[in-house]
């Protein structure tokens, strides 16, 4: 759809961010982002909503946003599918939707402005580059390693791109046994229970790869209460803080990192669209592998959020 152009400059714009939760981290840091950049901003409203991890949850928040007459959304996506309905709704209305972090099918009726986040895919490559380089240096004799992959929310893009990319790596790897795939919801808690299971199970882990830092964690923990901290090389997708610092420390061997600035990105051009400007289909933003050596060098530049 065209984005509402007749918006004259000066004119007070109401903007809806739908996040699909708030209890993760990295979509906390979001919110507070947008929270510094807009406080005392005369021409932009902010409404927040959180789907709280439910996807009919947002789709109504989208229509609540629509009906309450904002001039767009930024909608992080719960899955790539579930909001397709409430985005055409939103279509219909003439209210223009740009997707940040997460997309949404394109193959549906549903149309967005633009993408703007990180390449899941080449996010899961790279976390998938770091497992093999540290099974390498420190299980050099093995013939092969046997790894365990924890993932996240099922249906959520992250989700499945960055299992696709990981699976890209490790599949051609003649090395790398991948013992299981585990579900654990993208939380610490999950991933905890997970690892603790699964150090019950198997007799022999020498990696295990999880698709956002969180789960990390919950990993750490289970290997720390286990007395098997360091013994078992543990790679994760975020970069957020307290990961670079337990890789400082020692007893997580890798990220990748990405940025949450990418919100006001997004931010910046559904109100650069509402303004007239055409958009490109998609912002792909930057990412980098950080090894548990260059941790230190990441944490004084204040870069892990």
């Known amino acids: 759809p065209a984005a509402q152009a007749e918006n004259s400059p000066g004119k007070k714009r109401t903007i809806g961010i739908s996040f699909p939760t708030l209890?993760?981290?990295y979509r906390a840091t979001m919110k507070k982002l947008v929270e510094e950049a807009y406080r005392d901003d005369p021409e932009t409203e902010i409404l927040y909503k959180d789907a709280d991890g439910s996807q009919e949850a947002e789709n109504q928040n989208i229509i609540d946003f629509v009906d309450a007459g904002v001039d767009g959304i930024v909608l992080i996506p719960y899955?790539?599918?579930?909001?397709?309905?409430?985005?055409?709704?939103?279509n219909e209305r003439g209210v223009p939707v740009i997707?940040?972090?997460?997309?949404?099918?394109?193959?549906?009726?549903?149309?967005?402005?633009?993408?703007?986040?990180?390449?899941?895919?080449?996010?899961?490559?790279?976390?998938?580059?770091?497992?093999?380089?540290?099974?390498?240096?420190?299980?050099?004799?093995?013939?092969?390693?046997?790894?365990?992959?924890?993932?996240?929310?099922?249906g959520a893009s992250g989700t499945v791109d960055r299992e696709a990319g990981i699976g890209s790596v490790l599949d051609n790897s003649s090395r790398v046994e991948l013992l299981a795939i585990y579900n654990a919801e993208f939380t610490t808690a999950h991933a905890?229970?997970?690892?603790?299971?699964?150090?019950?199970?198997?007799?022999?882990?020498?990696?295990?790869i999880c698709q956002n830092d969180l789960m990390a964690l919950g990993c750490?923990?289970?290997?720390?209460?286990?007395g098997r901290l360091g013994e078992i090389v543990l790679i994760g997708i975020d970069g957020q803080r307290d990961v670079v610092e337990k890789m400082a420390s020692?007893?997580?061997?890798?990220?990748?990192?990405?940025?949450?600035?990418?919100?006001?990105?997004?931010?910046?051009?559904?109100?650069?669209?509402?303004?007239?400007?055409?958009?490109?289909?998609?912002?792909?933003?930057?990412?980098?592998?950080?090894?548990?050596?260059?941790?230190?060098?990441?944490?004084?530049e204040s870069r892990p959020w």
């Open 250 to 300: 020692g007893g997580i061997d890798g990220t990748v990192i990405q940025y949450p600035e990418m919100i006001l990105i997004g931010m910046e051009k559904l109100l650069a669209a509402l303004g007239g400007e055409k958009l490109e289909p998609e912002y792909i933003q930057e990412t980098d592998k950080i090894r548990a050596w260059e941790a230190e060098e990441y944490l004084e």
């Open 99 to 154: 997707t940040v972090d997460n997309t949404l099918e394109k193959s549906g009726g549903a149309e967005v402005l633009s993408y703007v986040g990180a390449d899941h895919f080449l996010m899961g490559v790279q976390a998938a580059e770091l497992l093999i380089d540290v099974l390498e240096e420190r299980f050099p004799e093995k013939e092969s390693w046997k790894v365990i992959e924890l993932a996240g929310s099922p």
């Open 23 to 25: 209890r993760l981290a």
């Open 192 to 208: 905890r229970s997970v690892m603790e299971d699964c150090l019950k199970v198997y007799e022999e882990i020498d990696g295990i």
């Open 79 to 90: 899955t790539v599918e579930g909001s397709l309905s409430a985005v055409e709704y939103a």
């Open 220 to 226: 750490y923990e289970a290997l720390k209460e286990a």
